[in-house]
């Protein structure tokens, strides 16, 4: 199973298109862009990500650093957060949800560390992407 809906490399979909897909779960989509925007001096692009396992998703980097990128799928979406070993332990010590946790247990360790992919498909999911994203950010320090 592929994290994205849209795994056609030679087509982008539409933004009615990536509606359709998350559904009613398009609201949280909409507070997470909001929130990225607000909280962090992003550029944003949609590209097709890693290959057809992933497919087309919304990019944002911070001073062209991978910040996340949000990948639409049916009824809702994968944000994905890239942390280190040393990040991950401190975000299992904050109370994530199954999802999050899910994420991490299923993430292939690298040595720099592992790529996240947390569904969202509630606000308590969003907390938990905003917080992962935040790790990311400040092991970065991207602001």
């Not at 899910?102 to 308590?124: C, D, H, K, M, N």
Request: no cysteine; glycine share 6%; charged share 25%.
């Amino acid at each position: 199973m592929g994290i994205g809906a849209f795994t056609n490399k030679a087509r982008q979909p539409t933004d009615a298109e990536i509606a359709a897909a998350i559904g009613d779960k398009m609201p949280l989509w909409e507070a997470l862009i909001r929130h990225l925007r607000e909280t962090y001096a992003v550029q944003e692009d949609v590209k097709f990500l890693y290959g057809q396992k992933y497919g087309w998703a919304r990019r944002f980097r911070v001073k062209s650093q991978a910040l996340t990128a949000l990948f639409p799928a049916e009824g809702s979406f994968a944000a994905q957060a890239n942390l280190s070993e040393a990040a991950i332990a401190r975000a299992q010590q904050e109370g994530l949800g199954e999802n999050a946790l899910r994420a991490i247990s299923r993430a292939q360790p690298y040595p720099e560390g592992r790529w996240l992919f947390v569904t969202v498909e509630s606000e308590a999911d969003l907390r938990d992407a905003q917080r992962l994203i935040a790790l990311r950010a400040q092991e970065k320090r991207l602001r």
